[in-house]
C-alpha cells in the first residue's frame, strides 16, 4: 500500500471510529451492595472496616457491620473484601470542552475524568450548551461527573462598564448558571459592580483576581473562590502596597514578607473564600522537568497530538525565559506550598482542581496528581482527600449530600486496592468507580480508556504521514 493510501486509510478510520466511540452509560441496578469493604467515610480520618455499604437507585442507604445490614434478594454485590470505598472526587477546576469543539473529544474528557473517580466537577469556563449538559449527565444520558458550570467569563474583553458587568451578573443568573467565573482584565468599579450585583441576586462568583482589583478587595467582597492562588504572592511580598507591581512577576518571591502570610491567611477566612491552588500546573508550568520528562507520563497516551504539541510549544516558552532559573522555580514552588499549608493549618477552605486539560494536565489523572501536590505540600492525605470530597459538599451548601460514605449521601463511590488514607496514590488503584448508582468495573473502564488510546494512535499516524 502506497504511503498516500495508507495515510487515507489511516484518516477514514479515525473519522469514523470518532462517530461511533461515545460511551454509553453502563445499566443501572436497583440495589447495589459492597459486601465486606473498608470503608473510609472521610466525616473523620478512619477507616471502617468489613462493612457492608448498600446504594439504592443512585443513594446510599445503608453502612453498617456485615452482621448489620442485611443485602436484599436481586441486588447486584460487589465483593469488597481487603479492599477500599471511598467517596468519589471532585475536581474543583475542570474545563469541558465547548460546543465549539467536537462531540467526541467532549465525551472523552467527560470519561477519562470519571475513569479517574471524578464524579464531580466544577466546570470553570461554561457555555450555554453546558446547561443541556448538566442535565444530560445528572440524567444518565452521558456518562460522566456531575456538573457545576459557571457561564462564559466576565473579564476585561467582555465588560468594558459597571453597568455591563451587572447585568451579564443578572443574565447569568437567569439563564440558571451556578456562578461567575471571573477572569483578568476586570476594573476595580467593574468588579464592585458584579460582585455587589453578584450578593443581591443570590449567585457566588469566583476565579481570578484582576491586578486592577486585588486579593485584599477581592476578599473584601467575599469572592467565593480564588483560584490558582491569583494574588497571594503578591500580597505576602514587600510590593504588596505597590498599586504598579504585578501579580504574576516571580520576581516577587525574592520579596517576601514572612509576616503578611499571617495577615492574608487570616484574612482569607475571615472573609469565607475559598482557595483552589491547581499546584500541579503551576509545577507543570514553571517547574524544571523537561518537555522529554512531562511527555513519557502515562497518562499521555490519551492526549492527542495536536493538544501534544501546543503543551510542548508552551512548555518550550516557560523553559526559554532565561530569569527562569532552577532556583528560581524551586523558591516560587515553595512558596506557594508554604501558603498552602498556612491555608490549611488556619482552617482556610482549600478545595482540589487541577485546571485540566490544561499544559500536561491530564482529565483525572491531574486530579490525583492534585492530591499528591497537596501531600506535598505538608497536608495529611486526610487532608487531601477532604479538599477533593466532603469540602466541596459544604462550598455548594450540600454538605452530607456528596463526598462522605454515609446514608442519604449520594452513590458516587471509589472501590480501590489498598488505603488511601495511609498513602493518597492507593487513590489511583482504582476497581471500579460507582456514578450515581450506576457502575464502571474495571474492566469498563480499561476498554474505554483503550479506545481512546487507540483513535490517538490513528490520530498520531495521520499526524506523521506526509
Known amino acids: 500500500m502506497r504511503i498516500q493510501d495508507r495515510a487515507l486509510a489511516a484518516l477514514v478510520l479515525l473519522l469514523c471510529s470518532l462517530c461511533a466511540h461515545a460511551v454509553a452509560p453502563p445499566p443501572a441496578?436497583?440495589?447495589?451492595a459492597f459486601v465486606g469493604v473498608n470503608v473510609v467515610p472521610m466525616t473523620g480520618d478512619l477507616v471502617l472496616e468489613r462493612q457492608t455499604v448498600l446504594a439504592t437507585r443512585g443513594v446510599i442507604t445503608a453502612v453498617g457491620g456485615e452482621e448489620q445490614v442485611r443485602v436484599p434478594r436481586g441486588a447486584f454485590v460487589i465483593k469488597g473484601h481487603g479492599k477500599y470505598l471511598m467517596p468519589g472526587l471532585a475536581e474543583m477546576h475542570a474545563h469541558v470542552p465547548k460546543g465549539t469543539e467536537s462531540r467526541a473529544y467532549r465525551d472523552d474528557v467527560l470519561f477519562l475524568y470519571t475513569a479517574n473517580g471524578v464524579t464531580f466537577a466544577r466546570g470553570?469556563?461554561?457555555?450555554?450548551?453546558?446547561?443541556?449538559?448538566?442535565s444530560e449527565l445528572a440524567a444518565h444520558r452521558i456518562l460522566g461527573p456531575r456538573l457545576y458550570t459557571s457561564g462564559p467569563s466576565l473579564n476585561g474583553n467582555t465588560v468594558s462598564s459597571p453597568e455591563q458587568g451587572a447585568e451579564m451578573v443578572r443574565e447569568q443568573k437567569r439563564a440558571g448558571y451556578d456562578f461567575i467565573k471571573l477572569h483578568p482584565g476586570l476594573t476595580r468599579d467593574s468588579f464592585l459592580a458584579i460582585a455587589r450585583t453578584a450578593h443581591e441576586v443570590g449567585i457566588p462568583f469566583g476565579g481570578h483576581v484582576s491586578q486592577g482589583v486585588g486579593l485584599r478587595l477581592a476578599l473584601e467582597n467575599r469572592q467565593a473562590t480564588v483560584d490558582h492562588l491569583d494574588g497571594y504572592i503578591l500580597a505576602v511580598s514587600s510590593a504588596a502596597d505597590d498599586p504598579t507591581a504585578h501579580p504574576d512577576n516571580l520576581g516577587l518571591v525574592l520579596k517576601l514578607d514572612p509576616p503578611r502570610i499571617?495577615?492574608?491567611?487570616t484574612r482569607t477566612r475571615a472573609a469565607g473564600t475559598w482557595v483552589v491552588p491547581t499546584q500541579s500546573l503551576s509545577e507543570n508550568m514553571i517547574g524544571p522537568q523537561t518537555l522529554d520528562v512531562l511527555d513519557a507520563r502515562p497518562e499521555m497516551r490519551y492526549v492527542s497530538p495536536k493538544l501534544r504539541a501546543d503543551y510542548r510549544k508552551r512548555k518550550q516558552g516557560t523553559l526559554d525565559i532565561k530569569a527562569l532559573t532552577p532556583e528560581l522555580s524551586n523558591k516560587y514552588l515553595d512558596l506557594r506550598r508554604q501558603l498552602i499549608r498556612a491555608l490549611n493549618d488556619?482552617?482556610?477552605g482549600l478545595l482540589l482542581g487541577s485546571d485540566a486539560p490544561q499544559l500536561y494536565n491530564v482529565p483525572g489523572f491531574a486530579t490525583h496528581r492534585e492530591l499528591q501536590a497537596m501531600v506535598d505540600a505538608g497536608l495529611t492525605p486526610h487532608q487531601a482527600l477532604r479538599m477533593g470530597t466532603s469540602a466541596p459538599a459544604v462550598f455548594v451548601r450540600e454538605p452530607g449530600k456528596f463526598g462522605i460514605v454515609a446514608a442519604g449521601a449520594s452513590a458516587d463511590l471509589i472501590l480501590v486496592d489498598a488505603n488511601p488514607l495511609a498513602d493518597v496514590g492507593n487513590a489511583q488503584k482504582i476497581g471500579g468507580v460507582l456514578v450515581r448508582g450506576r457502575w464502571l468495573s474495571r474492566q469498563f473502564i480499561d476498554d474505554g480508556l483503550n479506545e481512546i488510546q487507540r483513535r490517538v494512535a490513528i490520530a498520531a499516524e495521520v499526524t506523521d504521514s506526509p
Do not use: K, N, Q, S
Request: net charge negative; glycine share 4%.
Open 29 to 32: 441496578h436497583d440495589v447495589i
Open 124 to 134: 470553570m469556563l461554561g457555555d450555554p450548551e453546558h446547561l443541556t449538559l448538566r
Open 262 to 265: 499571617a495577615e492574608i491567611v
Open 346 to 348: 488556619a482552617d482556610a
